[in-house]
């Protein structure tokens, strides 16, 4: 008999970057000065971080542990990337760009940062980051060059811009082609890049560049430390956004505002950037679009039984607004500017002042952010790769939908530590990248993490028995696995013990199942994939989840 008829359906685990926080909506804020100097602490509640998390996450061990393919003897041209916007969009882009350049088996010629009159920069890569020691831990994932042979020097690259293309697309088959034929060129990375069609070494050696290689120049890491130590302890850093170029692009309305936030705002929204009226305002903010102000993240912090005496390190660009909101509650506010010298601080550029918050916010005992922008993708992945989860981001959508349902004082609070804690405790909020898995801090035995979702039929075992219906057990609860666990010796025969963690709409089922290896699966590409039958799946999960994340090991 063929398995077809027997088995209809397999599941395929792999990489997945957990779901943002739920969807919660809402219309305009009002002002809540009055509230904040009458409720001074969230009554009943320790504060956020007492509250014993289920999920965290933590880097694959594919990458960390990774055994590298060892480098073709021959490339096929060389690779700089153009980056563009402020720091934390530029490393993105690099690190995007380091594994487009393994993947092309091409050399890494150092970025170009550009120089921009917006963010006051004039900063390349080298004034930011170590050169030497990046190319001493890139070593084995991709070549790096300082200089280019004389032939290649005096030419400019050929631009291949993907930053602007619209939807997916696929490196090999869109700027190989470009590569081959002028064995020199640069590259602006898109969002929209197909990362599930990267080999695990293209993987290995984007994550190796953005957690282990990109370390701080000696004299701009000493000016790090000097501000860090400067800080009185424990201390939360606090990324607030609420400059009048962010509030201008959100195209949000404020009541409140002093008359000199106002005018920077319409100053800064220009012709193109009008604030969006009616029932369209009203729908933007429930979508959460819209920037928290520092007097409603304060009074979050209270909500979250932040104490009001908290040393807090304000990580904020220069022009924040409306910042009394902020620190008339809480006044252990300390800034980079105040810390350090006066000439020394005016002398610095954009790109030096976002390291040093970057570094004192991977460091700090505690890191929260009203905004979930480049700097807190890359402050949150960082802060999970040194074993630190103190790290959480203020919902504007839940805000949003308590204010306009007319919830206030204490109930507010209640509700906005309800929502806070749920995605605290979840992990909810942080969409960290592919270098990173959602992991459970009570394991099965030390198993095994991974991710899971459908796989199309027909599949038909060849590795094993073929198709004999003999090799199948009962309730048919059987898998197929990829090379990562073939190689770490899942062979035929091979019995797993397996349950479902967590997915999309709360798919799992209370159940542990044991689960027979019955072939191996050369598709894909995750290296600690596992394939479960249609049965198998149904048995830990609702077939409603179509993607969750699951623990395993081998019995």
């Not at 969006?276 to 959460?288: F, M, N, Q, S, V």
């Not at 009074?299 to 304000?314: D, E, G, K, V, W």
């Not at 040194?386 to 939908?401: N, V």
Request: aromatic residues 10%; glycine residues 6%.
């Amino acid at each position: 008999m063929s398995v077809i008829s027997v088995k209809p359906l397999f599941v395929i685990l792999s990489t997945l970057s957990f779901l943002l926080a739920i969807l919660l909506l809402s219309p305009s804020t009002p002002s809540l000065q009055s509230e904040l100097s009458t409720i001074s602490r969230n009554s009943g509640n320790s504060d956020i971080w007492s509250v014993k998390r289920i999920f965290e996450w933590r880097p694959c061990n594919w990458w960390l542990q990774s055994r590298l393919t060892p480098l073709p003897e021959k490339n096929n041209g060389y690779i700089r990337v153009d980056c563009y916007g402020g720091l934390n969009q530029m490393r993105r882009d690099f690190c995007d760009g380091v594994g487009i350049a393994r993947l092309l088996n091409a050399t890494l010629v150092l970025p170009k940062f550009e120089v921009a009159a917006y963010w006051n920069e004039s900063s390349g890569f080298a004034d930011i980051f170590d050169v030497d020691y990046f190319i001493k831990q890139m070593n084995g994932f991709v070549n790096v060059v300082r200089e280019l042979p004389p032939e290649i020097s005096s030419k400019e690259p050929v631009r291949v811009d993907c930053s602007k293309r619209k939807g997916q697309f696929d490196y090999i088959e869109s700027v190989l082609p470009s590569l081959l034929k002028h064995h020199y060129i640069s590259i602006t990375p898109a969002m929209s890049q197909r990362r599930d069609r990267y080999p695990q070494n293209a993987k290995a050696a984007l994550c190796q560049a953005c957690y282990s290689a990109l370390r701080l120049t000696k004299s701009l890491e000493h000016k790090a430390t000097e501000l860090l130590e400067a800080i009185p302890k424990p201390f939360l850093s606090l990324h607030l956004r609420f400059e009048p170029d962010m509030v201008a692009y959100s195209q949000c309305q404020y009541s409140g505002l002093s008359p000199t936030s106002m005018k920077a705002i319409e100053a800064a929204r220009g012709d193109d950037r009008k604030p969006w009226t009616g029932e369209a305002a009203r729908i933007w903010r429930k979508r959460g679009k819209c920037p928290l102000t520092p007097n409603e993240t304060a009074f979050i912090l209270q909500a979250l039984s932040i104490p009001t005496n908290t040393n807090i390190y304000l990580a904020a660009g220069d022009g924040l607004m409306e910042i009394e909101g902020l620190t008339s509650i809480y006044t252990n506010v300390v800034t980079k500017s105040a810390l350090l010298s006066g000439e020394d601080f005016e002398s610095m550029h954009g790109n030096t002042k976002a390291a040093l918050d970057y570094y004192v916010s991977i460091n700090s005992d505690s890191y929260m952010a009203t905004y979930f922008g480049n700097m807190d993708k890359m402050v949150s992945a960082m802060r999970a790769f040194k074993g630190l989860y103190k790290t959480l981001f203020l919902s504007r959508r839940a805000f949003a939908e308590f204010t306009s349902e007319g919830l206030e004082g204490e109930r507010l609070m209640q509700a906005l530590w309800k929502a806070h804690k749920d995605d605290f405790v979840m992990g909810r909020g942080s969409a960290l990248p592919d270098c990173f898995l959602i992991s459970k801090e009570a394991y099965l035995v030390h198993g095994d993490i991974g991710t899971a979702t459908f796989y199309s039929p027909p599949y038909i075992p060849t590795k094993c028995d073929g198709n004999r219906e003999e090799q199948f057990p009962p309730g048919n609860l059987f898998v197929a696995v990829s090379e990562g666990l073939w190689d770490n010796g899942a062979a035929c025969g091979r019995r797993y013990r397996l349950r479902c963690l967590s997915g999309p709409r709360r798919p799992c089922k209370r159940k542990t199942i044991d689960v027979k290896v019955v072939d191996f699966c050369p598709i894909t590409p995750c290296p600690s994939t596992i394939l479960l039958s249609t049965d198998a799946f149904a048995a830990i999960a609702h077939q409603r989840g179509r993607k969750i994340n699951i623990e395993y090991i081998q019995i």
